[in-house]
């Protein structure tokens, strides 16, 4: 029986989307093979059973879920070992994960602990009887495809990119089975430990976890002084910053503040776009907002078929306006 995992992202009791989708990417994974299939889903830190037990629902047999005290936060050396642990006593088909910030440590933890292949931003995966498993990933910031064949045995660990990892509903009404499992205690070896929790100012919160995100493009132009009006309305509304490639490539940005193809993958609850024309390798990093704000001077503009709302305008005009209207409400 093929046994394929997959990691859950979850922040206490709330699952992040995309857990779903690699929930589905397993299941079409398992039918592939043409054989009996389970989907186990692995969950590490504080969750409720009854939130869990809904995975059922989205394909899920089982979830094998571990916490205590010591993994209330994402701590590498605690995780990882947590999940090494599992699999080596159930040796599964493959790991899946959705690429993020806290995957991508964890994975290549685990898979230089299990010496085992790591394919990041994948965009598709499947394994053959033979023993042979296949990921295709871009590279060159998207313009081409990478073709990947690898052995699939120990099991192999692939990132998937959260762009690819369609919205799926529940297709069944089932309960998945919740199985406490032991965590590793806490090692007296362990090379780090977290002193303190900062919270993070909203302008400076990751991308990939704000709920509101003010982002700019080439339309602002090149100087400093330009993209200020991006800086003064996140700060004005409690939103994050961030900006297309050319303004990271211009400096204004740092590159963790790029949204896009070759940047980060966002779905906050509102993105208001700022002089960004819409390219494909732009869009597709955001288009899963709920909601689409765009202002720009072209009305034939791409982005426009992304928004919400338009409006139509110089942003180094109508940014002001609306800050000054914003702290008069306040």
């Not at 989708?21 to 409720?48: C, D, F, N």
Request: aromatic share 6%; with cysteine.
């Amino acid at each position: 029986m093929v046994d394929i995992w997959i990691f859950v992202q979850h922040r206490g009791d709330d699952i992040e989307d995309a857990t779903y989708g690699l929930a589905a990417e397993a299941g079409r994974m398992i039918a592939q093979q043409g054989e009996a299939g389970r989907i186990t889903a692995v969950a590490l830190g504080p969750a409720s059973e009854s939130v869990l037990e809904r995975l059922g629902d989205y394909g899920v047999d089982r979830v094998l879920h571990a916490s205590g005290d010591h993994m209330n936060r994402y701590q590498g050396e605690i995780f990882s070992r947590a999940f090494v642990d599992l699999v080596q006593q159930e040796d599964p088909a493959c790991l899946l994960m959705v690429q993020s910030a806290e995957t991508e440590d964890l994975a290549q933890r685990m898979a230089a602990m299990m010496k085992t292949a790591l394919v990041t931003r994948a965009m598709d995966f499947s394994m053959t009887p033979d023993g042979s498993a296949r990921a295709i990933r871009p590279v060159a910031g998207g313009y081409l495809f990478e073709d990947l064949v690898m052995d699939s045995r120990p099991s192999p660990i692939v990132l998937f990119l959260p762009s690819v990892l369609f919205d799926t509903e529940p297709d069944r009404d089932a309960t998945a089975s919740v199985i406490r499992v032991p965590s590793p205690a806490p090692a007296d070896d362990l090379k780090t430990r977290t002193v303190s929790v900062i919270e993070a100012a909203p302008e400076d919160l990751d991308l990939e976890e704000a709920d509101i995100i003010v982002a700019g493009g080439r339309g602002l132009g090149k100087g400093e002084a330009s993209f200020e009006p991006i800086h003064a309305l996140a700060r004005a509304i409690g939103g994050s910053v961030g900006g297309t490639r050319p303004v990271v490539d211009w400096g204004l940005l740092p590159y963790e503040r790029q949204i896009g193809q070759t940047g980060k993958y966002v779905s906050p609850r509102l993105i208001i776009n700022c002089g960004i024309s819409g390219a494909n390798e732009y869009t597709a990093g955001m288009e899963k907002s709920q909601q689409v704000i765009a202002i720009d001077l072209n009305p034939r503009a791409r982005m426009f078929r992304f928004a919400d709302l338009g409006v139509i305008g110089d942003v180094h005009e109508i940014l002001p306006l609306l800050i000054s209207r914003i702290e008069e409400q306040k």
